[in-house]
């Protein structure tokens, strides 16, 4: 019934009318508020929507094809798979919580739902467009709502964090448009003799035309352009060394800019990877396994590590976030359709509870006023639902079972076995590091005796815009860790379309 | 099979239990002691339900297991295709470990009523807490492949940690809770990867049934399943607290009494015990793992006890003594299982093991319950501070030197049977490896130091003048809520023991392939025990040890100062007292080696990585800086600039000549 | 007729005059007279070339010069009132604000 309508163009369709709306109700601010809370709402239930239309035979499903600039090959080509419609519902979801969560934000209202919206548009654009021009576009579309909600909400050293987090995955991008480029230009010829473009075209961007060929490309030339290709999307993920822009970045963000910087921004790149690199070049990425299991393991080792030095809880959740990708890639690397759908759920994981995380950050920088550990301190009875909230998402976040951590992890370090045997001794250490920094930050800061060194008299504790967001989000933490196969079954059909594996290795 | 096709309810009316009361509020519980009824009403429904199956499974039990399951998660298609189940798996031991379990837990709830009394809003979430522990524990039971063991064994150590750190504003107490959890986490990690071995050489099945049933069928050959089962049990040694990873349970003594009765003697810390009996299939096939566990639970058996010689706070010397017992079940699993694999007819080490984990289940709950009456009377953990309370605490003193006779294995109490198994059973590995004789001398100075230390806790506690006159003038006897739970378990820690002669083995024994049961009766267990020399080496051990107890705590004729006076006595006694540096080299660990670290990798991050990104940026904004000198602002030297370069350009044109 | 060096030498006279001016002075209205001078030496150049070669494109681009011109002091005036508006001064040694 829903096949005449063109879901995934409403879907960002929606919150740009909405991000318009919002930018226009200078007037009445509180206004403001109400669309962009309507306007993410409609994405979130035609995303909702998808989930329950999807089938699961794998595939792209509900797609849309353009043409926009012919003579270049450029198409506005849209489509789903289990990959991608996992990672746009945990966008539409974020974003209508973030929006939710920000209920009391009083500076420029107006301006920053506005650019939430803008946020939605660019990263449900990423993960649902098919051709190359229009990915980009989208890619560079995000970085400008998160600088400037960093640059203006931020904190202390705004400047200087949003300037980090712009050049660096500006940089990146730059990067990943030169292997684009190149994939357009060597990849035309090719096109061209199996007869897929015409003969006199230049070239064209569709992603799936060109995963279809670039399996005949040199290995040298295959090498580079995956390299390229890499490069921009580590840097996005992040990984270690490129990754000290995101603490900084996360310090600094509103809390509603963290929640969607972690949630769904660090995705993109490991989603680029899954949907670009591995399936167009795998040959490139056999040769690569080994750098991208080594980049993984030091991810995870190195971010927990870094988490156990932190006095900042908001700091500490950014490092923790690295580890986190770090298992997301691990899981790529083992180059089987179980590390990379552990992989992909490893993602959704991650999004859902880094919100629930940045979220206590950012009530604890509102009510305690710090979120310096040391100057915390026996709150537990003073904010009982905060606390409940913070240990839910700590205990979920080290991957306890029942929660949706763990089974992500635990496929992830399994497929690990697989592949490279006892050297996952090296990374599944960080199940216990994990659990180190979070116990030993909750023991700290809401257990023992009551801290003297801030106002406690008037801690207030969770109001219903807090509240609402994290029930629902702590509600599918649980519901999603009890009951997986829903999420997996919709991932792993479409993990052979990613990576076509046979007849690769 | 009728009751077994509920079984799955059991855990679930805990769940519910743990719901209602752990998110309906405060306020409808404020006139409810917390939600305590909600609690024991799930509770006690578990336990009739447990009680029912077991009894079932082990009357109408034909050796094949009950098994229902449901498919968790199903991977397809690629190379890589596997099923995850959730279900129940009963057999003899599942039906042991649900009377044990629902048993102790439902008599610890009830107790709780009158223990935690006073403790006002803190209630509701004790009741939630411990609701949920039950409820997974009796999951973990019935779990019916490894994954979903380990799922539940993850979520018995929340809740441990949970309710530690129930006083969660005392820093001993929220310290000791994260050191729990850490601790066993270093255990959970060796369990994960010997799932991922098992999972792998298994081709993707970790149902016990399956597993069990195709132990040949593992592909990597014996020195992985060797690898692999070692790493299962490095699991169970962190769970159950075995030496080097034992150094957590003492201090997780810091939660409240019956948390320590209930999770860290009965029922949580025996989940290591029960891992290992469960996957005894696999576990025969490899030897030299039961080598390692039988010499792990021995010498964890004699470490823990000489630390609970000279200990003064009476959960910290329970606390050892649990560790040490348990100790004796891996011995006596170890041994039976190595013993196995060369002769497999003998079964004695398997039913000594599963045999004294009930036993211990019973009368170490009931000796925990006791040291909380006594704590709820006096106000006070320091045995120095007490005596003389048998006059005050008629019944508490009475039930406990049952579960201290009981423990000290003086026959017939209960822990006399499986104690005396547990020594045949290493005794009897001497004639395959002369290690033996090294464990089995351990389980003897054990069971004396045992009867020591039991009883000097016994005669401190309540023999002798008080020496704390005004805890003495306030002490009472507790409540009927206490006491009642306290004279059923002291019922079953005085008999449970009298299973072994009504066939405790014939039954257990086989759910397990390939044993073979001996049948016989009551009279031949009984001569066949009291025939052998070695039934006698015990009791002389247990009744050397009361001896000694009495002279120096009772009698006062040995005095205990001489042990400490000398330089020796004093350097053995303090190191008893600090564990042995466990709990220094644990903290060196974690501060000095992991945290040392972590500063290291900070300063890396700020100083290197930044201080490199930062330097380029700097660089380039000071080229920047020196290159802007050259934007004057006045408008004809821009001009003069222009003039002068169209000159140069001209005359340039002029030199190189063809254009004009 | 008269030799189209002699408007070539005149116009070239003019514009160094002019350049000199626009390089040198610091009154911004003797400037803006400079500029208007290097323009007719262009226009001279213009219309001289156009009768030399007997095509009137030359006197139409002179034609348009001098609109364009007189447009452009137009507005140079105005921004010069401006400044001495909001400064009290039109020397440009004083007017820097473009600088780093």
Same mark, same amino acid.
């Given at each position: 019934m829903f096949e005449n309508i063109p879901i995934l163009s409403l879907l960002i369709l929606f919150p740009l009318v909405g991000a318009i709306a919002a930018f226009m109700m200078g007037r009445s601010p509180k206004a403001a508020k109400y669309a962009a809370l309507a306007f993410s709402a409609i994405p979130l239930a035609l995303s909702t929507l998808l989930l329950t239309e999807f089938s699961l035979t794998g595939g792209f499903q509900f797609v849309e094809k353009y043409q926009w600039i012919s003579f270049l090959g450029i198409s506005f080509h849209l489509g789903v798979d289990g990959v991608s419609i996992t990672m746009v519902f945990l966008s539409t979801l974020l974003v209508f919580l973030a929006i939710l969560f920000s209920w009391d934000v009083e500076e420029r209202l107006h301006q920053y739902m506005g650019l939430m919206l803008v946020l939605e548009v660019g990263v449900l654009g990423v993960f649902l467009s098919l051709d190359y021009f229009v990915f980009y576009i989208f890619w560079e579309v995000v970085l400008i709502p998160m600088y400037f909600l960093i640059a203006i909400w931020?904190?202390?050293?705004r400047a200087y964090a949003s300037i980090k987090f712009f050049i660096y995955t500006h940089v990146a991008s730059l990067a990943m448009l030169l292997g684009i480029f190149a994939l357009f230009f060597t990849t035309a010829p090719l096109l061209q003799a199996d007869g897929l473009i015409p003969a006199d075209a230049i070239g064209t961007f569709d992603m799936l035309l060109i995963a279809d060929v670039a399996g005949g490309l040199g290995e040298m030339l295959q090498i580079a352009i995956f390299g390229a290709l890499f490069f921009g999307f580590i840097v996005k993920m992040p990984v270690v060394p490129f990754h000290t822009w995101l603490p900084d970045a996360h310090v600094q963000a509103p809390t509603a800019g963290s929640v969607l910087l972690a949630g769904l921004l660090l995705k993109m790149g490991s989603y680029g990877i899954i949907r670009i690199c591995l399936p167009t070049l795998p040959e490139a990425a056999v040769d690569f396994q080994l750098i991208m299991a080594v980049i993984g393991v030091v991810a995870i080792i190195y971010g927990a590590l870094a988490c156990l030095a932190q006095s900042d809880l908001k700091k500490m959740v950014a490092y923790s976030s690295i580890s986190h990708m770090g298992i997301v890639m691990l899981g790529i690397a083992t180059l089987t359709q179980l590390g990379i759908a552990a992989a992909v759920f490893q993602m959704f994981a991650h999004g859902l509870i880094t919100a629930v995380l940045f979220m206590v950050c950012g009530m604890f920088q509102h009510k305690a006023g710090t979120r310096e550990i040391p100057m915390l301190g026996g709150l537990a009875p003073k904010v009982p639902i905060l606390s409940t909230v913070m240990m839910m998402g700590f205990m979920a976040s080290l991957g306890l079972?029942?929660?949706?951590?763990f089974l992500a992890e635990f496929m992830v370090f399994t497929s690990t076995y697989d592949a490279w045997g006892v050297w996952v001794l090296v990374p599944i250490a960080t199940v216990a590091l994990t659990a180190a920094y979070y116990l030993w930050a909750m023991q700290r800061s809401i257990f023992g005796e009551l801290t003297t060194k801030i106002d406690t008299k008037h801690l207030h504790d969770a109001y219903w815009f807090e509240t609402v967001p994290l029930a629902v989000l702590l509600g599918l933490i649980i519901l999603f860790g009890v009951w997986p196969a829903f999420m997996l079954d919709l991932i792993t059909p479409s993990i052979p379309m990613v990576w076509p594996l046979s007849g690769v290795i | 099979m009728t009751f077994a096709e509920y079984a799955w309810l059991i855990p679930i009316f805990p769940l519910i239990a743990f719901v209602v009361v752990g998110f309906l509020g405060n306020r409808l519980f404020k006139n409810w002691e917390g939600g305590a009824p909600i609690a024991i009403g799930m509770t006690a429904i578990s336990l009739v339900l447990s009680l029912a199956v077991a009894f079932e499974a082990l009357t109408t039990g034909t050796g094949t297991p009950f098994i229902q399951s449901l498919e968790w998660i199903v991977v397809q298609g690629g190379e890589f295709a596997f099923t995850f189940n959730m279900g129940i798996y009963i057999d003899n031991l599942t039906a042991l470990m649900l009377i044990v379990v629902s048993f102790v837990a439902t008599l610890v709830v009830i107790y709780s009523l009158g223990y935690m009394h006073e403790e006002g809003e803190k209630k509701r979430r004790y009741y939630a807490v411990i609701s949920l522990f039950i409820s997974v524990m009796l999951g973990l039971v019935l779990a019916s492949n490894f994954l979903q063991m380990f799922i539940f064994w993850e979520l018995v150590g929340l809740c441990s940690y949970l309710l530690i750190g129930f006083w969660n504003t005392r820093p001993s107490a929220a310290s000791a809770a994260k050191k729990a959890f850490l601790v066993t986490r270093i255990g959970d990690i060796m369990f994960m990867i010997g799932l991922f071995v098992l999972f792998v050489g298994f081709q993707g099945n970790l149902d016990f049934a399956y597993i069990f049933d195709n132990v040949d069928a593992f592909v990597g050959g014996n020195e992985l399943l060797t690898f692999g089962t070692l790493m299962l049990f490095g699991g169970a040694v962190g769970k159950s607290a075995q030496f080097p990873l034992h150094d957590w349970l003492p201090d997780?003594?810091?939660? $409240?009494t019956t948390v320590s009765a209930l999770i860290h003697a009965a029922t949580m810390v025996k989940a290591g015990v029960y891992l290992v009996a469960r996957s005894y299939p696999v576990m025969v096939e490899t030897p030299d793992t039961m080598l390692v566990i039988a010499f792990i639970g021995g010498f964890t058996a004699i470490f823990a006890a000489t630390m609970a010689l000279n200990n003064t706070n009476i959960k910290r010397v329970l606390a050892y003594s649990t560790i040490s017992q348990l100790g004796y079940m891996f011995l006596a699993l170890g041994a039976g299982g190595y013993i196995f694999a060369q002769? $497999?007819?003998?079964n004695v080490g398997y039913a000594a093991g599963t045999f004294h984990l009930m036993n211990h289940a019973f009368f170490k709950a009931l000796l925990f319950l006791s040291a909380g009456a006594v704590i709820h009377a006096v106000h006070t953990e320091d045995m120095r501070l007490m005596g003389g309370l048998s006059k005050k605490l008629k019944i508490t003193s009475l039930v406990m030197l049952i579960g201290c006779l009981s423990i000290a294995g003086i026959p017939p109490f209960s822990g006399f049977w499986s104690k005396d198994l547990v020594l045949e059973a290493a005794f009897a590995g001497i004639e395959y490896n002369s290690l033996f004789i090294l464990l089995y001398a351990f389980g003897l100075i054990t069971a004396f130091m045992t009867a020591f230390y039991m009883f000097r806790l016994w005669f401190l506690t309540f023999s002798g003048e008080p020496r704390d006159k005004h805890a003495y003038e306030h002490a009472h006897e507790a409540p009927a809520v206490m006491w009642v739970p306290l004279a059923l378990l002291a019922i079953l820690a005085f008999g449970s023991g009298f299973a072994f002669l009504f066939g405790f083995e014939s039954t257990l024994v086989p759910g397990l392939m390939d044993f073979h049961p001996h049948e016989a009766g009551p009279i031949d267990l009984l001569t066949a025990v009291f025939t052998n020399v070695l039934t006698y080496a015990s009791i002389a051990a247990a009744v050397l040890g009361i001896g000694l107890a009495y002279m120096m705590y009772k009698k006062r004729a040995i005095d205990p100062a001489r042990f400490t006076s000398g330089s020796v006595g004093k350097t053995l006694s303090n190191v008893l007292l600090a564990r042995y540096g466990f709990t220094k080299g644990y903290d060196w660990i974690g501060l000095k080696v992991v945290y040392g670290t972590a500063k290291v990798v900070d300063f890396i991050d700020r100083r290197l990585i930044d201080g490199l990104i930062n330097g380029i940026s700097a660089g380039l904004i000071r080229s920047g800086n020196f290159l802007r000198r050259a934007q004057t602002g006045f408008v004809q030297s821009y001009a003069a600039v222009i003039v002068v370069g169209v000159s140069l350009i001209v005359i340039l044109l002029f030199l190189v000549g063809g254009v004009i | 007729m008269i030799p189209i060096e002699y408007f070539l030498a005149l116009s070239g006279i003019l514009f160094v005059i002019g350049a000199l001016g626009v390089l040198t002075k610091r009154n911004a209205i003797v400037v803006l007279m400079s500029v208007e001078l290097m323009l007719n030496a262009a226009n001279i150049n213009f219309v001289a070339f156009s009768s030399y070669y007997g095509n009137l494109n030359g006197a139409v681009f002179a034609l348009i010069a001098i609109a364009i011109a007189a447009a452009e002091v137009a507005v140079g005036l105005a921004i010069i009132m401006n400044l001495y508006k909001t400064r009290d001064t039109i020397s440009l040694d004083e007017i820097n604000l473009l600088r780093w």
């Amino acid at each position: 019934m829903f096949e005449n309508i063109p879901i995934l163009s409403l879907l960002i369709l929606f919150p740009l009318v909405g991000a318009i709306a919002a930018f226009m109700m200078g007037r009445s601010p509180k206004a403001a508020k109400y669309a962009a809370l309507a306007f993410s709402a409609i994405p979130l239930a035609l995303s909702t929507l998808l989930l329950t239309e999807f089938s699961l035979t794998g595939g792209f499903q509900f797609v849309e094809k353009y043409q926009w600039i012919s003579f270049l090959g450029i198409s506005f080509h849209l489509g789903v798979d289990g990959v991608s419609i996992t990672m746009v519902f945990l966008s539409t979801l974020l974003v209508f919580l973030a929006i939710l969560f920000s209920w009391d934000v009083e500076e420029r209202l107006h301006q920053y739902m506005g650019l939430m919206l803008v946020l939605e548009v660019g990263v449900l654009g990423v993960f649902l467009s098919l051709d190359y021009f229009v990915f980009y576009i989208f890619w560079e579309v995000v970085l400008i709502p998160m600088y400037f909600l960093i640059a203006i909400w931020g904190g202390v050293n705004r400047a200087y964090a949003s300037i980090k987090f712009f050049i660096y995955t500006h940089v990146a991008s730059l990067a990943m448009l030169l292997g684009i480029f190149a994939l357009f230009f060597t990849t035309a010829p090719l096109l061209q003799a199996d007869g897929l473009i015409p003969a006199d075209a230049i070239g064209t961007f569709d992603m799936l035309l060109i995963a279809d060929v670039a399996g005949g490309l040199g290995e040298m030339l295959q090498i580079a352009i995956f390299g390229a290709l890499f490069f921009g999307f580590i840097v996005k993920m992040p990984v270690v060394p490129f990754h000290t822009w995101l603490p900084d970045a996360h310090v600094q963000a509103p809390t509603a800019g963290s929640v969607l910087l972690a949630g769904l921004l660090l995705k993109m790149g490991s989603y680029g990877i899954i949907r670009i690199c591995l399936p167009t070049l795998p040959e490139a990425a056999v040769d690569f396994q080994l750098i991208m299991a080594v980049i993984g393991v030091v991810a995870i080792i190195y971010g927990a590590l870094a988490c156990l030095a932190q006095s900042d809880l908001k700091k500490m959740v950014a490092y923790s976030s690295i580890s986190h990708m770090g298992i997301v890639m691990l899981g790529i690397a083992t180059l089987t359709q179980l590390g990379i759908a552990a992989a992909v759920f490893q993602m959704f994981a991650h999004g859902l509870i880094t919100a629930v995380l940045f979220m206590v950050c950012g009530m604890f920088q509102h009510k305690a006023g710090t979120r310096e550990i040391p100057m915390l301190g026996g709150l537990a009875p003073k904010v009982p639902i905060l606390s409940t909230v913070m240990m839910m998402g700590f205990m979920a976040s080290l991957g306890l079972p029942g929660m949706v951590g763990f089974l992500a992890e635990f496929m992830v370090f399994t497929s690990t076995y697989d592949a490279w045997g006892v050297w996952v001794l090296v990374p599944i250490a960080t199940v216990a590091l994990t659990a180190a920094y979070y116990l030993w930050a909750m023991q700290r800061s809401i257990f023992g005796e009551l801290t003297t060194k801030i106002d406690t008299k008037h801690l207030h504790d969770a109001y219903w815009f807090e509240t609402v967001p994290l029930a629902v989000l702590l509600g599918l933490i649980i519901l999603f860790g009890v009951w997986p196969a829903f999420m997996l079954d919709l991932i792993t059909p479409s993990i052979p379309m990613v990576w076509p594996l046979s007849g690769v290795i | 099979m009728t009751f077994a096709e509920y079984a799955w309810l059991i855990p679930i009316f805990p769940l519910i239990a743990f719901v209602v009361v752990g998110f309906l509020g405060n306020r409808l519980f404020k006139n409810w002691e917390g939600g305590a009824p909600i609690a024991i009403g799930m509770t006690a429904i578990s336990l009739v339900l447990s009680l029912a199956v077991a009894f079932e499974a082990l009357t109408t039990g034909t050796g094949t297991p009950f098994i229902q399951s449901l498919e968790w998660i199903v991977v397809q298609g690629g190379e890589f295709a596997f099923t995850f189940n959730m279900g129940i798996y009963i057999d003899n031991l599942t039906a042991l470990m649900l009377i044990v379990v629902s048993f102790v837990a439902t008599l610890v709830v009830i107790y709780s009523l009158g223990y935690m009394h006073e403790e006002g809003e803190k209630k509701r979430r004790y009741y939630a807490v411990i609701s949920l522990f039950i409820s997974v524990m009796l999951g973990l039971v019935l779990a019916s492949n490894f994954l979903q063991m380990f799922i539940f064994w993850e979520l018995v150590g929340l809740c441990s940690y949970l309710l530690i750190g129930f006083w969660n504003t005392r820093p001993s107490a929220a310290s000791a809770a994260k050191k729990a959890f850490l601790v066993t986490r270093i255990g959970d990690i060796m369990f994960m990867i010997g799932l991922f071995v098992l999972f792998v050489g298994f081709q993707g099945n970790l149902d016990f049934a399956y597993i069990f049933d195709n132990v040949d069928a593992f592909v990597g050959g014996n020195e992985l399943l060797t690898f692999g089962t070692l790493m299962l049990f490095g699991g169970a040694v962190g769970k159950s607290a075995q030496f080097p990873l034992h150094d957590w349970l003492p201090d997780a003594m810091e939660g $409240p009494t019956t948390v320590s009765a209930l999770i860290h003697a009965a029922t949580m810390v025996k989940a290591g015990v029960y891992l290992v009996a469960r996957s005894y299939p696999v576990m025969v096939e490899t030897p030299d793992t039961m080598l390692v566990i039988a010499f792990i639970g021995g010498f964890t058996a004699i470490f823990a006890a000489t630390m609970a010689l000279n200990n003064t706070n009476i959960k910290r010397v329970l606390a050892y003594s649990t560790i040490s017992q348990l100790g004796y079940m891996f011995l006596a699993l170890g041994a039976g299982g190595y013993i196995f694999a060369q002769q $497999p007819e003998f079964n004695v080490g398997y039913a000594a093991g599963t045999f004294h984990l009930m036993n211990h289940a019973f009368f170490k709950a009931l000796l925990f319950l006791s040291a909380g009456a006594v704590i709820h009377a006096v106000h006070t953990e320091d045995m120095r501070l007490m005596g003389g309370l048998s006059k005050k605490l008629k019944i508490t003193s009475l039930v406990m030197l049952i579960g201290c006779l009981s423990i000290a294995g003086i026959p017939p109490f209960s822990g006399f049977w499986s104690k005396d198994l547990v020594l045949e059973a290493a005794f009897a590995g001497i004639e395959y490896n002369s290690l033996f004789i090294l464990l089995y001398a351990f389980g003897l100075i054990t069971a004396f130091m045992t009867a020591f230390y039991m009883f000097r806790l016994w005669f401190l506690t309540f023999s002798g003048e008080p020496r704390d006159k005004h805890a003495y003038e306030h002490a009472h006897e507790a409540p009927a809520v206490m006491w009642v739970p306290l004279a059923l378990l002291a019922i079953l820690a005085f008999g449970s023991g009298f299973a072994f002669l009504f066939g405790f083995e014939s039954t257990l024994v086989p759910g397990l392939m390939d044993f073979h049961p001996h049948e016989a009766g009551p009279i031949d267990l009984l001569t066949a025990v009291f025939t052998n020399v070695l039934t006698y080496a015990s009791i002389a051990a247990a009744v050397l040890g009361i001896g000694l107890a009495y002279m120096m705590y009772k009698k006062r004729a040995i005095d205990p100062a001489r042990f400490t006076s000398g330089s020796v006595g004093k350097t053995l006694s303090n190191v008893l007292l600090a564990r042995y540096g466990f709990t220094k080299g644990y903290d060196w660990i974690g501060l000095k080696v992991v945290y040392g670290t972590a500063k290291v990798v900070d300063f890396i991050d700020r100083r290197l990585i930044d201080g490199l990104i930062n330097g380029i940026s700097a660089g380039l904004i000071r080229s920047g800086n020196f290159l802007r000198r050259a934007q004057t602002g006045f408008v004809q030297s821009y001009a003069a600039v222009i003039v002068v370069g169209v000159s140069l350009i001209v005359i340039l044109l002029f030199l190189v000549g063809g254009v004009i | 007729m008269i030799p189209i060096e002699y408007f070539l030498a005149l116009s070239g006279i003019l514009f160094v005059i002019g350049a000199l001016g626009v390089l040198t002075k610091r009154n911004a209205i003797v400037v803006l007279m400079s500029v208007e001078l290097m323009l007719n030496a262009a226009n001279i150049n213009f219309v001289a070339f156009s009768s030399y070669y007997g095509n009137l494109n030359g006197a139409v681009f002179a034609l348009i010069a001098i609109a364009i011109a007189a447009a452009e002091v137009a507005v140079g005036l105005a921004i010069i009132m401006n400044l001495y508006k909001t400064r009290d001064t039109i020397s440009l040694d004083e007017i820097n604000l473009l600088r780093w």
